[in-house]
């Protein structure tokens, strides 16, 4: 039976264009890119700096023992001296509905929002962060109800008013095609009167990244995003936030099909040549919600996964032949964030062949939904033709669902990641991890690795 139904690329690509009125005269006018933003209090100078990642949260089935909470508590500690919050994508389960934002998204962070002492009365399409909260969308944040799913929340109905704790994690729809999501964190153009837009650009889009006119993000005042897909610099580390979405399919008859997004592949291609362009610029963060490389069991050789595995490495190919080819001492990436498989893993891509050689890939994705078991083959990728497969991918970390009957082990996790001041760009990575033991949940911090 499938649950969810997805739409198609062009599809998606559309509806969110309009919801920003992307390439609107008065936006035009002003010189505004829609795909960059300036956070007020960000630091210019190459100095230390830290930052929390977490992902495939959204769920509130586990009810009050929710393991969501219990990874949002490990993070609450970290607040203080951290500059952001990454979320990589999957934000709420199981298809993003606007129902389920506020018992899957606000009641578990509700420390992060203003107003949260009274989370009930917050709205979901009128949230504003006290900490810079910099979501990408996942899968999940664009399924629509399939029939039988309609179905059965229906029947389910009854029950539910009976027995709450019977969840489903869906409402009555699904995210309208990613519908709520934008509501909830994208600056929503076309939902304002066509007469307060001049005003509105005004005063939220004075922001400026390399003299180009962007969205001004403040922290506890207005913390929309200015697209589905974005750059950001933190500290002279360019940080580009993409929607894998519409990246996760081939296309029938190969690129530029019609279902292929090739502005955002060709944004992000001009991007990076920019970035390593730029001696302001002394490190670059990639995040999206599929992972490339993963060794987790259900996500490994999923065809979304590879295909954006292959629509990655064309962007970086094309990176390599502007600014050199990568080597173990100057990947092109210092780090790519990902989530979608339910885990915390971290991958090295070895000698690929190509610009995706030589990457930490960190997966994210053990922040509160179900946990996964890295696949029995181990965490060494090979690729090729068959016959002639080698290594292209090793797997150096795997935290999230192991052993079995008495031993076994649920460690939901989220990352703390630490850039040390100067140049080049050195990360620490500090995995964050709760656990259930004989009944009480138990806070980790295990070893730190540097990159
Ligand atoms: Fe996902």
Redesign the pocket.
């Known amino acids: 039976m499938t649950l969810a139904s997805e739409a198609s690329i062009s599809a998606k690509i559309e509806r969110m264009d309009r919801r920003i009125r992307r390439g609107h005269g008065e936006l035009l006018s002003r010189g505004i890119d829609q795909t960059r933003l300036v956070i007020e209090g960000a630091p210019t100078a190459a100095d230390a700096f830290s930052f929390l990642v977490m992902g495939?949260s959204g769920s509130s089935r586990y009810g009050a023992g929710s393991p969501q909470r219990q990874v949002a508590e490990l993070l609450f500690e970290h607040q203080q001296d951290v500059g952001f919050v990454l979320h990589t994508?999957?934000v709420v389960y199981l298809v993003g509905s606007s129902e389920q934002y506020p018992r899957n998204f606000i009641r578990p962070y509700r420390e992060w929002l203003v107003g949260g002492e009274h989370w009930r009365r917050l709205r979901f399409d009128a949230m504003t962060f006290r900490l810079p909260f910099l979501p990408v969308p996942?899968?999940?944040d664009y399924y629509d109800l399939s029939r039988p799913l309609v179905l059965l929340a229906g029947l389910s109905n009854p029950l539910r008013r009976l027995w709450p704790s019977l969840v489903f994690d869906v409402g009555s729809h699904g995210s309208r095609v990613g519908e709520a999501y934008a509501r909830a964190f994208l600056d929503g153009l076309a939902l304002r009167p066509e007469e307060e837009l001049a005003g509105h650009l005004d005063r939220h889009y004075r922001g400026e990244l390399d003299g180009q006119r962007c969205l001004a993000y403040r922290p506890g005042q207005f913390t929309r995003l200015p697209n589905r897909y974005y750059h950001f610099r933190w500290a002279g580390v360019d940080v580009f936030a993409l929607d894998s979405n519409t990246l996760h399919q081939d296309g029938a008859a190969g690129e530029g099909d019609g279902n292929d997004d090739l502005r955002q592949k060709e944004w992000l291609l001009k991007g990076l040549v920019a970035s390593w362009r730029n001696p302001a610029v002394r490190g670059r963060i990639l995040v999206l919600?599929h992972p490339p490389y993963a060794s987790e069991a259900t996500k490994w050789r999923e065809p979304q996964t590879l295909a954006v595995r292959r629509q990655l490495r064309r962007v970086l190919d094309r990176v390599a032949a502007e600014v050199g080819a990568p080597t173990p001492q100057r990947p092109l990436l210092n780090l790519v964030l990902t989530?979608?498989a339910h885990c915390l893993e971290l991958m090295r891509s070895g000698d690929t062949g190509h610009g995706d050689s030589h990457i930490p890939w960190l997966i994210c994705g053990g922040g509160g939904y179900s946990l996964r078991r890295q696949r029995p083959q181990g965490g060494t990728l090979l690729a090729g033709p068959p016959g002639q497969e080698r290594p292209v991918a090793h797997s150096e970390l795997f935290v999230g669902r192991s052993g079995h009957g008495a031993r076994l082990r649920r460690r939901f996790t989220a990352l703390r990641v630490e850039a040390a001041a100067g140049s080049p760009l050195k990360l620490t990575l500090r995995p964050l991890v709760s656990e259930k033991v004989s009944g009480h949940w138990r806070k980790e911090q295990l070893a730190p690795i540097r990159l």
């Open positions: 495939d994508g999957d996942g899968n999940h919600h989530g979608h």
